[in-house]
């Protein structure tokens, strides 16, 4: 193992420690139902619903930042949500 120190990392403890999810782990803001949305922090069945309402009466959601033009969702929980949300 001291002849390749890196290697114990690359073969599985990158994926098990890794934080962020890839684009396809991602909730889709602009297709999600209710039911998923909730399963973001920090949103409930209000700010779900919200959502809906808002992609409904604007179109879809063009970045994740405009989840922030929702009333009642503000900076800090875009911040606990933006590693778990997508567009596309």
Do not use: C, W
Not at 31 to 56: D, F
Not at 62 to 84: C, H, R, S, T, W
Request: no cysteine; proline share 6%.
């Amino acid at each position: 193992i001291k002849e390749n120190p890196g290697m114990e990392y690359i073969s599985g403890g990158a994926k098990q420690g890794a934080t962020s999810q890839t684009d396809h782990q991602k909730i889709n803001i602009n297709t999600a139902g209710p039911e998923l949305l909730m399963e973001l922090p920090g949103v409930g069945e209000a700010k779900a619903q919200s959502i809906i309402k808002y992609r409904e009466e604007n179109g879809a959601f063009q970045k994740p930042e405009d989840l922030m033009k929702i009333p009642g969702i503000k900076e800090g929980l875009y911040n606990k949500v933006a590693d778990f949300i997508r567009t596309q």
